[in-house]
């Protein structure tokens, strides 16, 4: 058995919400027996009380490069995910080591996300739709902010794509980890409150969420299966991006992707119908 020991937890600030960040600490090492990892992403020196680690980077490197700061600096194999406005409801994280200690092919926990009505918003089931919030299972991607990673897993797969800076991160890393043989479950009783937000609070959110889309699938998915994804997702953004200043940045994201070299490393046709089966299809 892993043992509680072996989860640390890893959380992102700009530094902007001190009374959140030490409420989110507080949550995943209320009595101090789990190391927490404070990354200040480009917003100056944070200190909380407590003997936590801090890493400070002197500019915005984006969220998963981030991440992957904070993933290297905890020593344990296995590193918890938190947003530094979030916090983990339920202080006892034996469930999420239970899951990685059941099943050795288990690479991600994705934990569920409620909001101030107690909701779980669209984006945030790991499912097309948003049926089933509370329904656990094995699923094909997982929420960046609320979830558990098994190093030996990411590391295998080579971690995160940070170049993506923000949005969709965890889709691009999810479809490489499956394609590899791991596994991720949604534990839909073991909630994370975090308020409801919006792409658009981050100043250019839409822009590279419709760059992302296109950089994710030329990246990472074979060509018949990418050039639908882009496709359906050039339709589908437009859609949903608020009209006006909104839909045209998703729009001007979505050229802007076709517009760098991106290294092609399409996962396997099995893992296609893989990720189909899971309810997941990466065609959109």
């Given at each position: 058995?892993?043992?509680?020991?072996?989860?640390s937890?890893?959380?992102l600030?700009?530094?902007?919400?001190?009374?959140e960040?030490?409420v989110a600490a507080?949550?995943?090492?209320?009595?101090g027996?789990?190391?927490v990892?404070i990354?200040?992403?480009g917003g100056g020196?944070?200190?909380?009380?407590?003997t936590?680690?801090?890493?400070?980077s002197?500019?915005?490197?984006?969220?998963?490069?981030a991440?992957?700061?904070?993933?290297?600096?905890?020593n344990?194999?296995l590193?918890?995910?938190?947003?530094?406005?979030?916090?983990?409801?339920?202080?006892d994280?034996?469930?999420?080591?239970?899951a990685?200690?059941?099943?050795p092919?288990?690479?991600?926990?994705s934990?569920?996300?409620?909001?101030?009505?107690?909701?779980?918003?669209?984006?945030?089931?790991?499912?097309?739709g948003?049926?089933h919030?509370?329904?656990?299972?094995e699923?094909?991607t997982?929420?960046?902010?609320a979830?558990?990673?098994?190093?030996?897993a990411?590391?295998?797969?080579?971690?995160?794509?940070?170049?993506l800076?923000?949005g969709?991160?965890?889709?691009?890393?999810?479809?490489?980890?499956?394609?590899?043989?791991?596994?991720?479950?949604y534990?839909a009783?073991?909630?994370?409150?975090?308020?409801?937000t919006e792409?658009s609070?981050h100043?250019?959110?839409?822009?590279?969420?419709?760059r992302?889309r296109?950089?994710?699938?030329?990246?990472?998915l074979?060509?018949?299966?990418?050039l639908?994804?882009?496709a359906?997702?050039?339709?589908?953004?437009t859609?949903?991006?608020?009209?006006?200043?909104c839909?045209?940045?998703y729009?001007?994201?979505?050229?802007?992707?076709?517009?760098?070299?991106?290294?092609?490393?399409?996962?396997?046709?099995?893992?296609?119908?893989?990720?189909a089966q899971?309810?997941?299809?990466?065609?959109?």
């Amino acid at each position: 058995m892993c043992g509680q020991s072996s989860l640390s937890w890893v959380i992102l600030t700009r530094g902007d919400r001190r009374s959140e960040l030490r409420v989110a600490a507080t949550s995943v090492s209320e009595d101090g027996s789990a190391d927490v990892v404070i990354v200040s992403n480009g917003g100056g020196p944070v200190q909380l009380p407590g003997t936590h680690h801090h890493i400070e980077s002197a500019s915005n490197v984006g969220i998963p490069a981030a991440r992957h700061l904070g993933l290297e600096r905890a020593n344990t194999p296995l590193v918890g995910f938190l947003d530094d406005d979030a916090a983990l409801l339920a202080p006892d994280a034996g469930p999420i080591v239970a899951a990685f200690d059941s099943d050795p092919t288990l690479a991600v926990v994705s934990l569920r996300i409620i909001d101030e009505q107690g909701e779980t918003s669209r984006r945030h089931v790991p499912r097309l739709g948003e049926a089933h919030a509370d329904r656990a299972g094995e699923v094909a991607t997982f929420l960046g902010g609320a979830c558990a990673i098994r190093r030996e897993a990411y590391e295998q797969v080579g971690g995160y794509f940070t170049e993506l800076f923000y949005g969709h991160e965890e889709l691009e890393l999810s479809w490489r980890l499956i394609d590899a043989g791991w596994r991720i479950r949604y534990l839909a009783d073991v909630t994370v409150f975090h308020p409801r937000t919006e792409i658009s609070r981050h100043a250019d959110g839409w822009r590279l969420t419709g760059r992302n889309r296109v950089w994710i699938a030329r990246r990472t998915l074979p060509w018949p299966v990418a050039l639908v994804h882009v496709a359906a997702w050039l339709v589908l953004g437009t859609i949903r991006a608020p009209a006006g200043e909104c839909r045209r940045s998703y729009l001007q994201g979505w050229m802007d992707g076709w517009r760098s070299a991106i290294e092609h490393r399409p996962i396997r046709w099995r893992t296609v119908w893989r990720l189909a089966q899971l309810g997941r299809p990466p065609v959109i």
